[in-house]
């Protein structure tokens, strides 16, 4: 494994990453977060999914392993779309649960299963998946090479990971470098480029590279009028955001969208594959355009 895949694990000062990984996983799994956010927690939503499906080349004959699955709604539509099987891993019980109840109402139970664990140590035997999918959480995870290595580990031989993630272009300011913002997503975003070298020093082979900063654009100003309309209704008394602290919250969206925007922050796709064989989907050096 390269330097990089050994590099420290990164932490905000005075966190710990079991820290991190809690916090991730109580503000992901707060009844508020559909509210704030909407629904799916990811740039570019399931449009961006099933991008991300095709260029993996997922069909009915595929196991795939979504990571950091949340409470399911990037596993639902692979399994809907492509008929694939899929197992969604995630930090969080309540997330684990909401996701099974989803699977049981859509009448996906049958296609789907959800388990809680670590990202960085997979609960799963050498070579158990023939794709993986990882959606806007590689970035929150503390030890990134330790991920990009059990990924390699659990999948066969030619097997294929594609991650969607936050890209870091630059310095940020302050309010985007806090406990917050690595929740939010941000903190710890690296570039496009150093996403793919984890993903090459944990013996992978990467392929494809996209571009989708304009997704992540749209998603900022999405939050940011759901955080309105949130506003609003709690100044109406209509609901409550107990543990939330509103203010914070707008502050991270107004500095995100401005550092979108001055190109500091973006939204790409990366895809990898084991033992050199990129027969199952396409490859190509440089970085594409959204098509």
């Known amino acids: 494994m390269s330097d990089l895949g050994r590099r420290p694990v990164a932490e905000p000062a005075g966190h710990s990453s079991t820290t991190l990984k809690r916090c991730c996983a109580a503000a992901y799994d707060h009844d508020a977060v559909k509210l704030l956010v909407g629904d799916p927690l990811h740039p570019g939503g399931a449009q961006l999914t099933e991008r991300l499906g095709r260029i993996l080349n997922l069909g009915p004959q595929t196991r795939v392993l979504d990571v950091a699955a949340g409470r399911g709604a990037s596993a639902l539509i692979l399994a809907a779309r492509f008929g694939c099987e899929v197992v969604g891993l995630d930090y969080s019980w309540r997330n684990v649960e909401a996701a099974r109840h ?6 996906l139970d049958g296609m789907v299963a959800f388990y809680c664990g670590d990202a960085e140590r997979l609960p799963f035997a050498d070579g ?19 991920a990009a290595a059990e990924f390699a580990r659990v999948l066969r031989p030619g097997g294929r990971v594609g991650v969607s993630d936050l890209t870091r272009h630059g310095s940020l300011p302050r309010e985007l470098e806090g406990l917050e913002a690595w929740i939010a997503c941000i903190a710890d975003a690296r570039p496009l480029e150093e ?11 990467v392929g494809v590279k996209e571009e989708h900063d304009r997704a992540l654009i749209d998603f900022v100003e999405r939050i940011r009028l759901l955080l309105l309309t949130a506003e609003i ?5 209509k609901v409550e955001l107990a543990g939330i602290d509103l203010s914070v919250v707008k502050d991270i969206a107004r500095h995100a969208l401005a550092a979108a925007k ?28 959204r098509p």
């Open 102 to 107: 989803q699977a049981g109402e859509q009448g």
């Open 128 to 146: 158990d998946f023939d794709a993986i999918v990882c959606e806007c959480a590689l970035c929150t995870f503390p030890d990134k090479g330790a």
């Open 195 to 205: 996403y793919s070298a984890l993903l090459s020093a944990a013996g992978l082979n």
């Open 233 to 237: 209704m709690v100044g109406l008394k």
């Open 262 to 289: 001055a190109g500091n922050l973006g939204y790409a796709i990366v895809t990898a594959t084991k033992d050199n064989d990129r027969s199952s989907q396409p490859t190509g050096d440089e970085v594409r355009a």
